[in-house]
């Protein structure tokens, strides 16, 4: 097993090299609202105008050879998801899909009947639920979060449980304070009453491996342009429930949930954006974070790990630095005992700058993060930032560098400074 070798994950992505006008190197630490592409999946798109550029199912060799494009990214997508053939759909980005995915289960659903989402979930986890509970006069319950640390209060989430609950739509991880939410069980406790399981991986693909059948949930969806892919979205579904609930499709259309001519140079893209990330586990993954997968699924699950590994001694580099610049509080998981909790998306507040004016700060410094609620508004309701503009967040991703967080630390320290000397002129 070979070390992570940043240096060369880093010379895949040509992008990483843009600089700011004046030359400084930009540090994309902005990975969770997307994240860069390998040269591979710039090509992948070259590769499928070039050669295969036709709609599927015609007698011709280019619709062919779309028709094998389309199947390898279906492969490639149920690899990544550990997921049986066929059971992983396309679409055009995972709020789409969700709101398709609701309108689908909708058929079986009565007035009075109990959807359970959270508190702590992107809005493309929320909406659709709360919009299909207006329209069918469903009873939506929020599982509350903990302010203290962004984790899910559990015992509510027990006491919200019901025979009427028909549905737990629940984040996998938080995109705004980077809480890794207990899944597995929750998908227990939602079977235990009869409900059906949505689980929204979007943030969660990127940074450690997800696998639906250890999982067990009944649905599961992702954003490839979170995982150095394209822009597009995945819907995992146990296969029995595609097929009960597929129903939203024109007439011709082959399948219950891909209708309309999908991006397939998307898929091109998706394909290659999986092979990146099984290329890191056959390069640097450890041979027994395979088991018990084998072939791509195994180095997947290794590249994976490999990435969870890199990305918790960044966060730990981080908090350590942020620990000593006075006047800002990480938001979310911090206890160095408990990063197995958390993924790599740090969000924090300062007493001396708005997260608007920090991110600015740091963008004009080539350090591109985000400030606001990044659609979590609910989230950041329940942690009173809503009026104080949210909080910073950075997202440490498989690319990112130690050298880039201690820029980032050094930004925020001089920004400390600037800022406190001002408030002592005025
Ligand atoms: C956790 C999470 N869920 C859902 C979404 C929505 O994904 P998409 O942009 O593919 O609709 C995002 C996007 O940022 C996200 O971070």
Same mark, same amino acid.
């Given at each position: 097993?070979?070390?992570?070798?940043?240096?060369?994950?880093? *010379?895949?992505?040509?992008s990483l090299?843009n600089?700011?006008?004046?030359?400084?190197?930009i540090a994309f630490l902005d990975g969770p609202a997307g994240t860069q592409v390998?040269?591979? /999946?710039?090509? %992948?798109?070259?590769?499928?105008?070039?050669?295969?550029?036709?709609?599927?199912?015609?007698?011709?060799?280019?619709?062919?050879?779309?028709?094998?494009?389309?199947?390898? %990214?279906?492969? %490639?997508?149920?690899?990544?998801?550990?997921?049986?053939?066929?059971?992983?759909?396309?679409? !055009?980005?995972?709020?789409?899909?969700? #709101?398709?995915?609701?309108? +689908?289960? !909708?058929?079986?659903?009565?007035?009075?009947?109990?959807?359970?989402?959270?508190?702590?979930?992107?809005?493309?986890?929320?909406?659709?639920?709360?919009?299909?509970?207006?329209?069918?006069?469903?009873?939506?319950?929020?599982?509350?979060?903990? %302010?203290?640390?962004? @984790?899910?209060?559990?015992?509510?989430?027990?006491?919200?449980?019901?025979?009427?609950?028909?549905?737990?739509?629940?984040?996998?991880? +938080?995109n705004?304070? =980077?809480?890794?939410? $207990?899944?597995?069980?929750?998908?227990?406790?939602?079977?235990?009453? =009869?409900?059906?399981?949505?689980?929204? *991986?979007?943030c969660?693909?990127p940074?450690?491996?997800?696998?639906?059948?250890?999982?067990?949930?009944?649905?599961?969806?992702?954003?490839?342009y979170k995982?150095y892919?394209?822009?597009?979205?995945?819907?995992?579904?146990?296969?029995?429930?595609?097929?009960? #609930?597929?129903?939203?499709? /024109?007439?011709?259309?082959?399948?219950?949930?891909? @209708?309309? @001519?999908?991006? #397939?140079?998307?898929?091109?893209?998706?394909?290659?954006?999986?092979?990146?990330?099984?290329?890191?586990?056959?390069?640097?993954?450890?041979?027994?974070?395979?088991?018990?997968?084998?072939?791509?699924?195994?180095?997947?699950?290794?590249?994976?790990?490999?990435? @969870?590994?890199?990305?918790?001694?960044?966060?730990?580099?981080?908090?350590?630095?942020?620990?000593?610049?006075?006047?800002?509080?990480?938001?979310?998981?911090?206890?160095?005992?408990?990063?197995?909790?958390?993924?790599s998306i740090v969000s924090?507040?300062?007493? #001396?700058?708005?997260p608007?004016?920090a991110a600015e700060?740091f963008g004009?410094?080539g350090i591109q993060v985000w400030s606001g609620?990044f659609?979590? $508004?609910?989230?950041?309701?329940?942690?009173?930032?809503?009026?104080?503009?949210?909080?910073l967040r950075t997202g440490l991703m498989?690319y990112n560098?130690?050298?880039e967080?201690?820029?980032l630390?050094?930004?925020?320290?001089?920004?400390?400074?600037?800022?406190?000397?001002?408030?002592?002129? +005025?």
């Amino acid at each position: 097993m070979k070390p992570y070798d940043v240096a060369a994950i880093r *010379a895949r992505f040509p992008s990483l090299a843009n600089t700011l006008p004046d030359g400084r190197p930009i540090a994309f630490l902005d990975g969770p609202a997307g994240t860069q592409v390998p040269q591979s /999946v710039i090509d %992948a798109y070259s590769d499928f105008f070039l050669r295969a550029n036709a709609n599927n199912g015609g007698l011709f060799s280019t619709s062919r050879a779309q028709g094998e494009v389309e199947d390898a %990214a279906h492969r %490639a997508a149920e690899d990544l998801l550990n997921a049986p053939k066929e059971s992983v759909k396309f679409g !055009a980005n995972m709020s789409t899909l969700n #709101f398709q995915l609701s309108r +689908s289960l !909708a058929r079986e659903l009565k007035a009075g009947d109990e959807v359970i989402v959270t508190q702590l979930d992107h809005d493309a986890n929320y909406s659709p639920w709360r919009l299909l509970a207006e329209d069918h006069g469903l009873v939506l319950k929020t599982i509350r979060l903990n %302010a203290a640390d962004g @984790t899910l209060d559990m015992e509510h989430y027990a006491s919200l449980l019901g025979p009427r609950t028909k549905i737990v739509a629940t984040g996998m991880s +938080s995109n705004a304070l =980077g809480t890794i939410n $207990p899944s597995k069980r929750i998908v227990e406790a939602a079977h235990a009453v =009869g409900a059906l399981t949505v689980l929204d *991986a979007v943030c969660s693909a990127p940074h450690y491996p997800v696998d639906v059948q250890a999982l067990d949930t009944d649905f599961l969806l992702c954003s490839p342009y979170k995982f150095y892919g394209p822009h597009a979205g995945l819907l995992y579904g146990k296969l029995p429930l595609l097929e009960r #609930f597929g129903r939203y499709k /024109v007439r011709p259309a082959h399948d219950l949930w891909e @209708t309309g @001519t999908p991006a #397939f140079e998307a898929m091109a893209g998706v394909t290659a954006a999986i092979n990146h990330i099984a290329w890191i586990g056959a390069e640097f993954g450890d041979p027994a974070d395979h088991a018990p997968l084998s072939g791509r699924r195994g180095q997947l699950r290794a590249g994976l790990k490999a990435i @969870t590994r890199y990305e918790t001694e960044l966060v730990r580099l981080l908090l350590d630095g942020v620990d000593q610049i006075s006047g800002v509080q990480v938001r979310g998981i911090t206890d160095r005992a408990r990063l197995n909790e958390r993924t790599s998306i740090v969000s924090f507040t300062m007493d #001396f700058a708005t997260p608007d004016e920090a991110a600015e700060h740091f963008g004009n410094d080539g350090i591109q993060v985000w400030s606001g609620d990044f659609y979590a $508004p609910n989230a950041i309701d329940a942690l009173g930032l809503t009026e104080k503009g949210g909080v910073l967040r950075t997202g440490l991703m498989s690319y990112n560098t130690a050298d880039e967080v201690q820029r980032l630390l050094a930004s925020l320290k001089a920004l400390a400074s600037l800022k406190t000397l001002a408030a002592s002129k +005025s």
